[in-house]
């Protein structure tokens, strides 16, 4: 399991440019699903055929960075956001360009307020001299990802784009461990998920699935001082009720609610205030799908360092591959 | 929009789209189908007091004037709900350069009108999208009806290259050619079809420019998710004070717009198929 969270994580894949992640979890799949095939906006749609019901189990490739947007006489970069991002949280972090190139974000240090620091005020410093120097190794419109390599340490792992690599491999692990079902599972990896949920909108609606889940990562309340939220790492894969995009159908929550106690499964429920998910835009496509999602409980989303427990990633596989089996109502 | 008659016969009203009040006062207007003439009005400078003078009018402070005596004879001329626009004509000044109202987006209706002209080896559907300025409306039931394969939208876009701007703030050049966006806040432009209008630029030598802020969003948002996905673009004319009643533009952008997307129509239908017979829609 490690060994593929930490190909999944760190291969490069922002926003829109999730080609290199499509072809990793392809050729993990190769053979294993009996269709693979991608879409316009560059889902990844892995097909096990079934006469049963249609379940979709969507999880988005896309990881948050950043795109340069001018490059200055002196060769810093300036940049704007891919996805959510906390100006506060990404200075002096480290990016990396799809051809390698690493850069280090800093500010304009004659901000009065740092809390009102804005990506306005900031930029990357590649090391280069000017702009001719900068521009033979990045250009206009490039874009980077956060630098943050892969951890296992005390049972839980410590990574970037844990959000939502973490969700692609627990799809990885369940379409490759092929659970015996009549229904056919389409098993999504999305596209431009932290844009604005647009990937799963377009594959839902050439899939229209009876039923879906969205397995993404949702927020803890178990660290000092933080926004109460009532789940803990470790202490199993979170069964969404509601994010700020999508209220579970109550049939899809039930359904994971039952399939959990029944095999004496770890679970905890999710109400997660802010934040939406794939299901968001699953929902309401063509004449509406129920839908909800399987979360993995994660410290520190959208850093560099995001945290998950390995227990609670194998016990969503294991959830997910009851979910599917069952028929749907 | 007109919303209330005062009783003095002076017209409250609520902007459609992004309008801010600072650039309203004083301008012409024309009201309704029949154009009927009025002006934003707002008290003199020497009725202003010192908050008023140092601060930015608000939109509810702001009223039009139709030079009606009260709300019967107002009534008479206009209606609640009734649509108003910018009375500015088109001017053709300076070096090269046009000034009108709306250059976002007629100047991109006028570059597909003429690309309409033009045969191509390919089915196109020649869109013009209503409600793109209160949030993308009209594009989302065109794609749906269209369900197009690839879509060109077509723009008039911010230009900041005005007093007061750092230059890596500056979104895109007045008379540097068409630019073509990477990305703003409703899409991530297709990088194979944009490096496709690149390259197609570069080949024929037309002037282009990539759009630098990520700021604003196009029809391509909504026509991107339309369906099972399309690849879209956007290529836009650069045009200073867009979202004011005289935006400004430079007419070589224009015309090298029309040159670039006649030249991407020509040969895109043989590129996609290429593609496609590569096997571009399948991985395995």
């Known amino acids: ?329 | 929009m007109v919303s209330h008659i005062n009783s003095d016969g002076l017209l409250k009203f609520q902007t459609v789209g992004g309008i801010e009040a600072r650039v309203l006062v004083g301008k012409r207007v024309r009201i309704g189908e029949e154009g009927i003439p009025g002006v934003i009005g707002y008290k003199p400078v020497h009725l202003q007091d010192s908050t008023e003078r140092n601060g930015a009018v608000k939109k509810k402070q702001l009223t039009i004037d139709i030079g009606a005596k009260d709300r019967e004879q107002a009534e008479e001329w206009v209606d609640i709900g009734d649509t108003v626009s910018f009375a500015y004509d088109p001017v053709e000044f300076g070096d090269n350069k046009l000034m009108a109202k709306a250059l976002d987006d007629r100047v991109g209706c006028a570059v597909l009108i003429e690309l309409l002209k033009g045969s191509y080896e390919c089915d196109i559907y020649g869109c013009f999208t209503v409600q793109e300025e209160i949030g993308l409306k009209g594009a989302k039931t065109a794609s749906f009806q269209v369900m197009p394969e690839v879509a060109l939208v077509l723009e008039g876009t911010t230009c900041y290259d005005v007093p007061d701007t750092k230059e890596q703030s500056m979104s895109t050049l007045c008379g540097k050619g068409p630019a073509l966006t990477i990305m703003d806040r409703s899409v991530i432009a297709d990088r194979d079809l944009l490096t496709y209008i690149s390259d197609t630029a570069k080949a024929c030598k037309i002037p282009y420019q990539f759009k630098k802020t990520i700021s604003g969003g196009t029809d391509a948002g909504r026509i991107q998710v339309n369906g099972t996905g399309v690849k879209v673009a956007t290529i836009a004319v650069p045009c200073r004070y867009i979202h004011t009643p005289v935006s400004v533009m430079d007419k070589s952008d224009l015309e090298n717009m029309l040159r670039l997307a006649k030249e991407v129509l020509k040969t895109l239908p043989a590129a996609i198929n290429l593609y496609r017979e590569q096997g571009g829609k399948q991985y395995v």
């Open chain 1, 1 to 329: 399991m490690f060994e593929l969270i930490d190909t999944l994580t760190q291969t490069f894949g922002p926003s829109g440019y999730e080609k290199k992640v499509a072809g990793t979890i392809a050729d993990l799949l190769k053979g294993k699903v009996d269709e693979i095939r991608s879409d316009a906006l560059g889902n990844l749609i892995c097909v096990k055929k079934g006469s049963g019901k249609k379940i979709m189990l969507a999880a988005h490739m896309d990881e948050i960075g950043i795109i340069v947007s001018y490059i200055d006489d002196k060769g810093f970069l300036r940049f704007g956001n891919i996805g959510g991002i906390p100006p506060l949280m990404i200075l002096g972090q480290r990016v990396v360009f799809e051809n390698g190139t690493t850069g280090v974000i800093w500010y304009e240090e004659d901000i009065d307020n740092m809390k009102n620091t804005k990506l306005d005020k900031m930029y990357i410093d590649i090391g280069a001299n000017s702009r001719t120097d900068a521009e033979k190794l990045v250009k206009v419109g490039d874009l980077a990802v956060f630098v943050g390599e892969t951890v296992e340490q005390n049972g839980r792992i410590i990574s970037k784009a844990l959000d939502d690599r973490i969700g692609c491999a627990v799809l990885v692990q369940l379409a490759l461990s092929r659970p015996q079902t009549d229904n056919e599972i389409y098993y999504v990896f999305t596209a431009q998920e932290e844009v604005g949920l647009r990937g799963a909108k377009t594959a839902a609606f050439g899939i229209i699935p009876d039923m879906a889940l969205a397995i993404d990562v949702c927020d803890t309340g178990d660290t000092p001082s933080c926004k109460p939220m009532a789940v803990r790492l470790g202490e199993g894969p979170a069964v969404k009720i509601k994010d700020h995009s999508v209220i579970a159908h109550p049939k899809v929550k039930d359904r994971l609610i039952n399939a959990a106690k029944e095999k004496n499964i770890p679970y905890q429920l999710e109400v997660m205030l802010a934040g939406g998910t794939d299901a968001g835009s699953i929902h309401t496509t063509a004449g509406g799908i129920p839908s909800g999602g399987v979360s993995i409980p994660t410290r520190y989303i959208h850093d560099a360092s995001e945290m998950v427990d390995i227990a609670d990633v194998e016990n969503a596989v294991k959830l997910l591959a009851e979910f599917v089996k069952e028929m749907v109502h």
